[in-house]
C-alpha cells in the first residue's frame, strides 16, 4: 500500500497549491480519504474528507471556503485545492485513506 502527495512548496499569501495524494496496493474507490496536517509543535488535524464517491465532502472551519477536496477514482487520486493560502496554513499535508497514511507535502505560506 502506497499513498504519495506531491505538490507542496512555498508560496506567499494569497497564493494557491494543488496536493495530489497517489494511491496504489488497496481499492482506492472504497475508500473515504483525508487531508490532515501538522504544523510545528502541533497536533495533527483534519482538514478535510471526501466520500468514496466524492459527492459529500466537509472541511476544518477555518478552511472552508478556500480549500477544495476532490477525488478521481479512475486515476486513484485525492486532491486538495488551496486558494488564498494564509501562514497559519504553514503545514505538512497528509494524505489518509483505508488506514493508511502517506509521507507528507510540505507547504510553507511565507512572503
Known amino acids: 500500500v502506497q499513498l504519495v502527495e506531491s505538490g507542496g512548496g512555498l508560496v506567499q499569501p494569497g497564493g494557491s497549491l494543488r496536493l495530489s495524494c497517489a494511491a496504489s496496493g488497496f481499492t482506492f474507490s472504497s475508500y473515504a480519504m483525508s487531508w490532515y496536517r501538522q504544523a510545528p509543535g502541533k497536533e495533527r488535524e483534519l482538514v478535510a474528507a471526501?466520500?468514496?464517491?466524492?459527492?459529500?465532502?466537509n472541511y476544518k472551519n477555518s478552511v472552508k471556503g478556500r480549500f477544495t477536496i476532490s477525488r478521481d477514482n479512475a486515476k486513484n487520486t485525492v486532491y486538495l485545492q488551496m486558494n488564498n493560502l494564509k501562514p497559519e496554513d504553514t503545514a505538512v499535508y497528509y494524505c489518509?485513506?483505508?488506514?493508511?497514511w502517506g509521507q507528507g507535502t510540505l507547504v510553507t505560506v511565507s512572503s
Open positions: 489518509n485513506g483505508g488506514g493508511f
Open positions: 471526501i466520500s468514496t464517491t466524492g459527492r459529500t465532502s
